[in-house]
């Protein structure tokens, strides 16, 4: 079993960073694929970037360029480095892990998942 706890979300103003931090109760050596997941008010929840065991990344364009995916073993964490951020970004944030092998690690259904936590960006 995989508990995900998030933390770093609140308000900004547009242009401005943010660092989420996911942390992860069960170790993340075994686990293949984690991913940052968005979903904003009246729309469905997408993956916006995401981060297989070796390190490989994958990101949506939509944030590419700006976000950041990372994680460190030794200290059982995913994070997310925000900058130059949107009115658009503006939504919940979830991060989401898997002990599969997803090619990319680029899929919409994850099996274990947190929280979530708030970003608010204001123009």
């Known amino acids: 079993q995989v508990q995900l706890v998030e933390s770093g979300g609140g308000s900004v103003q547009a242009g401005g960073s943010l660092r989420l931090t996911c942390k992860v109760f069960?170790?993340?050596?075994?686990?293949?694929?984690m991913a940052w997941f968005r979903q904003a008010p009246g729309k469905e929840r997408e993956v916006i970037a995401a981060?297989?065991?070796?390190?490989?990344?994958t990101y949506a364009d939509s944030v590419k360029g700006r976000f950041t995916i990372s994680k460190d073993n030794a200290k059982n964490t995913l994070y997310l480095q925000m900058n130059s951020l949107k009115p658009e970004d503006t939504a919940m944030y979830y991060c989401?892990?898997?002990?599969?092998?997803?090619?990319?690690?680029?899929?919409?259904?994850?099996?274990?998942w947190g929280q979530g936590t708030q970003v608010n960006v204001s123009s």
């Open positions: 069960a170790g993340t050596y075994s686990i293949a694929c």
């Open positions: 989401a892990a898997d002990y599969r092998l997803i090619p990319r690690c680029w899929d919409s259904e994850y099996n274990y």
């Open positions: 981060i297989a065991s070796p390190g490989t990344t």
